[in-house]
């Protein structure tokens, strides 16, 4: 039945090429933990994708009771985790998870480094990876804020003021993460919230095609 | 003008690269002045806040004054209470903001044990003068700000926080 679907639609569009492109290639040996157990260090940047997608489906989840506003936000985050059926698991997913993609994506640097794969022609793919760590970074500092209780709030007072010791720009910087000069406030939740679970993975996406595309067309580099 | 001639093609290259770009123009304009926005806004001028502290009372310790004022955040209006620590010199009060210019925590007057004449912030243990001057060496990078302050039928009102004036 599925078989005569896949037929009815390739024979009309086509596709095995398109997916035999993206999935059909090859694993050479030495990143193969089938062959060398010790070959699970290559595993380590897809294994941060897989936690970065754990990452924006239960996000997605928790979207659907949260509500940005400063009255709200600590009521909403207590009712999903509490009244909400798994609740507490859905958002100790996005809770740990987020811990677990820096811890990842920290192996998965070191991976690289030590095994040299930074190295020519792979240079624009480390810089993409770093510009990717950032993004994630972000993603853990608006994330931070959006329970809005004692520690999200002092915590982001603090990393506000840190982003206004930037040289010139400082303040600046302040102010658009902010929205205000003095308060941290109802403005500054929403501003996370649409940086959080907007402007960031937009990007957040956008670099993770590149960095893909780069493997794929560069190919996984030599043993050592 | 030159003499070469502009083709149909590179005509039509320049008409569309320019329709274009005031499509994509028309289409960021908007959304970035409405990012922006807060930047751009004007600071209202702070009033005077009248605390419940008599003047008369204020001697050369620095003692803490709250005071509470109705704050507009957008959408959402509340009450909020800061404090400043007030002393007087000579014949004048002094009052200095409680937030560190370090990162932002607050400061108390001889908090840390070992230096009884300073604020003292516990976060990382930054410190200062009474007057508001940074003690090198501790993370601070400047002096406390300074609120304006006045005497009004003997009771401390506080005025707008501006940069320090005294060291």
């Known amino acids: 039945m599925l078989n005569k679907l896949y037929d009815w639609v390739d024979e009309r569009l086509d596709i095995t090429p398109i997916w035999r492109d993206i999935a059909d290639h090859e694993v050479p040996e030495h990143v193969n933990p089938a062959h060398h157990f010790s070959a699970f260090v290559y595993c380590f ?176 580099s030599g043993p050592l | 003008m030159s003499n070469n001639r502009v083709s149909r093609r590179q005509f039509l290259g320049y008409t569309l690269t320019g329709v274009g770009g005031f499509m994509a123009a028309g289409m960021l304009m908007p959304m970035v002045r409405f990012a922006v926005d807060p930047v751009l806004q004007e600071a209202g001028a702070g009033d005077f806040i009248m605390t419940d502290q008599r003047a008369d009372e204020i001697t050369e310790e620095p003692v803490r004054v709250d005071f509470s004022f109705e704050q507009v955040d957008a959408w959402y209006t509340s009450e909020v209470t800061n404090s400043a620590w007030v002393y007087r010199d000579g014949d004048t009060l002094v009052a200095l903001s409680p937030v560190c210019k370090h990162l932002g925590c607050t400061v108390n007057w001889a908090g840390d044990e070992e230096h009884p004449n300073q604020f003292f912030c516990p976060c990382h243990a930054g410190r200062y003068e009474k007057n508001g001057q940074n003690v090198a060496g501790t993370p601070p990078l400047g002096p406390l700000d300074e609120y304006a302050v006045e005497v009004r039928d003997g009771i401390v009102a506080i005025g707008p926080v501006r940069d320090n004036t005294l060291v």
Request: hydrophobic residues 55%; charged residues 10%.
């Open chain 1, 45 to 220: 940047g897809g294994l941060t994708f897989f936690i970065t997608v754990i990452q924006i489906l239960s996000g997605m989840f928790l979207t659907m009771y949260y509500v940005p506003d400063i009255e709200n936000a600590w009521q909403s985050v207590y009712y999903l985790q509490n009244e909400v059926a798994f609740g507490e698991i859905v958002r100790g997913m996005h809770h740990w998870g987020a811990s677990l993609v820096v811890v990842m994506i920290f192996l998965h640097t070191l991976r690289v480094f030590f095994t040299g794969s930074y190295k020519k022609p792979r240079e624009l793919n480390w810089i993409v990876g770093v510009m990717l760590f950032g993004v994630i970074l972000g993603l853990s500092f608006t994330g931070y804020l959006l329970p809005w209780d004692m520690k999200a709030l002092f915590a982001t007072k603090v990393g506000i003021e840190i982003a206004a010791s930037v040289p010139v720009i400082g303040e600046s910087i302040k102010l658009l993460l902010a929205g205000d000069t003095t308060i941290l406030g109802a403005q500054t939740l929403t501003r996370f919230f649409a940086i959080h679970v907007f402007f960031l993975p937009a990007a957040l996406l956008g670099l993770l095609g590149a960095h893909f595309i780069m493997i794929r067309r560069q190919g996984i």
